[in-house]
C-alpha cells in the first residue's frame, strides 16, 4: 500500500503523510460484509444494528468499549467448519482465539472439539461441560500439575511438544493407571508469515519437535516404547494468518513422509494427522480469505494424495482454527473522546479503550478498519488514527482510517474483526478495566463475560 495525495483527503491536510492506506472509500457509510459480522446493517437511520440491535442501545445498556459478538454468525462459522470437513475429520476450535464457557458451549452443540492451552482453558472447557473426550491439550510448557489434570480428566490427547514431556506425560498417566492419547508435534521447516511463508533450513523457535535430523524420528521411537501413553498421530502447526494453502501443502508433505518413516521402521500406521490452525481472516477489505469448504477440499486433496503416494491408508484429518471462527463474528464498540486534528498530518481519535483491548495493532502491526456507527454521515473523508486512552504513544488501535470529518465526542466507532485475540491478550495496562463481551442474537444481548470492575482489580491487590 502507498502513500497517496487524493484530491478528497483529510481536511487538514495538503499532502497526505506516510501510511497504510490507498484513497478513501467511495463511500464510509458502507459496510463490507468481509470484514463485518453476519447480521450487521445499517437501519434506516443509519445506525449500526447486530442481531437487530442498535448499537446505540448495546452502549447505553453495557457501556463502552464492549466486544459485540454475533452469536448468529459464530455458530453458522462453527457449523462451516464442521460441515466442510465432515465425519472423517475433526475441527478444534482453538480456545486461544476467544474462549468463554458460552462459546464452549456453543461448540459443544455445532460438534466442534477444542483445543486448549493452559490450565485455565482446560478448566473452562471442562466447566461449561465440553466432554473431555473431545479435547485436545497443547503447550511447549505444560506444567506437572496441568497434565496430572488433564489426564485425570481424561482429555481426548495431549500435544507433546518435547522430548522431556513425553516422559513426563507417560510417568503421569501410569502413575494415575492410565494409557493417555498423545500427538506429537513436529516442526516441518516451513515457516508462515501474514501473506507468505518462507520454508526454512532450520528450526528456530520454541514448538515442536524438528522433522531435521531425524529427531522427530527419535522422539516417535521413543513414544512408542512407552506404556503410559498411545501414539495416536503426529501434529503441525505452521503459523497465524495464512492465506496461500502451499505452506500447507509442504507440510503435510513432510508429515506424511515421517509417517512413512514410522511405518518402515516399526510397521505401525498412525491413525491422524493434525495440520494446525492459522487460516487467515479479512481485517481490511484488502483481505481475501477462503471459505472453510475450500480449505478443507485443499487440505483433503493434499494429505489424500501425499498417503497415496506414500502408499499408506490416509489418516484422520484435524484442524484447529481459532481467528477463523471467532475473528470476523465479533466489533469493539467505542465511544469517540478528544479529537485531536494536527496540521498537514492527521487527526488523532482518542477512544475510550486501546492497546488494553486491542494490542494486536501495537504488537504485530495489524491492521484493521474502522466505521462511525452510531449515525451515517455525508460529511468529506479525513484521515486518522484511531488510538486508546493509555500512556504511551503506541497505543494506536487503526493506524490510517478515514472517518467522517464531522466526527464528534460522544459518537460511537467501530472496529470489525476483534473477536479473535482480542479480548483473550488483553490486559490491564494503566489500570483500565478490561470490555465485556456482549453476544447478541435475534433481537436480544447479553454479557458472556461482563465488564470487568475497580472491585475486580482491588480484589487481586492484597497488599
Ligand atoms: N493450533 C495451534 C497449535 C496454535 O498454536 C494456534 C495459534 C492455533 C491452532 C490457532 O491459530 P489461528 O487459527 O487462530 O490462527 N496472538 C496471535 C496469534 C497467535 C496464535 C498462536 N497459536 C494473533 O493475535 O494473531
Redesign the pocket.
Known amino acids: 500500500m502507498s502513500r497517496s495525495a487524493h484530491p478528497a483527503g483529510p481536511r487538514h491536510a495538503d499532502v497526505l503523510p506516510e501510511g497504510h492506506y490507498t484513497a478513501p472509500p467511495a463511500d464510509l457509510n458502507a459496510l463490507d460484509p468481509k470484514v463485518w459480522a453476519e447480521t450487521v446493517t445499517r437501519d434506516d437511520q443509519g445506525v449500526l444494528t447486530v442481531g437487530g440491535i442498535d448499537v446505540r442501545r448495546l452502549a447505553e445498556e453495557f457501556g463502552t468499549p464492549a466486544y459485540v459478538l454475533d452469536e448468529t454468525d459464530f455458530r453458522s462459522r462453527a457449523r462451516a467448519w464442521r460441515t466442510a470437513f465432515g465425519q472423517d475429520a475433526d475441527v478444534?476450535y482453538?480456545g486461544?482465539?476467544f474462549l468463554s464457557r458460552a462459546v464452549v458451549r456453543w461448540l459443544h452443540e455445532e460438534g466442534l472439539n477444542l483445543?486448549v492451552?493452559s490450565g485455565g482453558e482446560l478448566a473452562t472447557a471442562l466447566s461449561a461441560g465440553m466432554p473431555a473426550d473431545r479435547i485436545a491439550f497443547?503447550g511447549n510448557n505444560k506444567s506437572v500439575a496441568e497434565i496430572r489434570r488433564a489426564v485425570e480428566a481424561g482429555v481426548g490427547r495431549i500435544?507433546l511438544d518435547s522430548f522431556q514431556e513425553i516422559v513426563r506425560v507417560a510417568h503421569i498417566a501410569q502413575e494415575l493407571g492410565k494409557r493417555q492419547r498423545v500427538q506429537i508435534?513436529v516442526t516441518v521447516g516451513v515457516e508462515a508469515h501474514t501473506h507468505e511463508f518462507i520454508a526454512t533450513a532450520h528450526e528456530d523457535q520454541k514448538?515442536g519437535i524438528p522433522l531435521a535430523g531425524g529427531q522427530a524420528a527419535e522422539a516417535v521411537r521413543r513414544a512408542l516404547r512407552l506404556d503410559g501413553i498411545e501414539l495416536i498421530g503426529i501434529?503441525s502447526?505452521i503459523?497465524?494468518?495464512?492465506f496461500d494453502m502451499s505452506g500447507f501443502e509442504v507440510a503435510a508433505h513432510r508429515v506424511v513422509g515421517l509417517l512413512k518413516e514410522i511405518r518402515d521402521e516399526h510397521g505401525v500406521e498412525l491413525p491422524e494427522i493434525?495440520l494446525?490452525?492459522?487460516?487467515?481472516i479479512a481485517y481490511t477489505s484488502d483481505d481475501d480469505p477462503r471459505e472453510p469448504h475450500e480449505i478443507a477440499k485443499a487440505l483433503t486433496e493434499i494429505v489424500t494424495r501425499e498417503c497415496e503416494s506414500a502408499r499408506l491408508r490416509t489418516p484422520r484429518i484435524s484442524v484447529?482454527?481459532?481467528?477463523?471462527?471467532?475473528?470476523p463474528t465479533a466489533f469493539t464498540l467505542y465511544e469517540v473522546g478528544t479529537i485531536k486534528p494536527l496540521d498537514h498530518l492527521r487527526t488523532y481519535v482518542s477512544v475510550d479503550g486501546g492497546m488494553s483491548d486491542n494490542?494486536?495493532t501495537a504488537?504485530?502491526d495489524?491492521e484493521y478498519s474502522v466505521a462511525l456507527v452510531s449515525r451515517s454521515s455525508d460529511a468529506e473523508p479525513m484521515l486518522t488514527r484511531v488510538v486508546g486512552k493509555h500512556c504511551e504513544s503506541g497505543d494506536i488501535v487503526v493506524r490510517d482510517a478515514f472517518l467522517p470529518a464531522d466526527l464528534a465526542p460522544g459518537d460511537l466507532v467501530a472496529v470489525p474483526a476483534t473477536g479473535?485475540?482480542?479480548r483473550?491478550?488483553a490486559s490491564n495496562y494503566n489500570h483500565v478495566l478490561r470490555p465485556p463481551v456482549v453476544a447478541v442474537r435475534d433481537g436480544e444481548a447479553r454479557a458472556i463475560v461482563r465488564r470487568e470492575t475497580e472491585e475486580d482489580l482491588l480484589r487481586l491487590d492484597v497488599g
Open positions: 478444534f482453538a486461544k482465539a483445543d492451552c497443547h500435544v508435534r514448538f501434529h502447526h503459523g497465524s494468518q495464512i493434525d494446525g490452525g492459522g487460516l487467515g484447529e482454527p481459532g481467528r477463523a471462527v471467532v475473528g494490542i494486536r504488537l504485530y495489524a479473535a485475540y482480542c483473550s491478550m
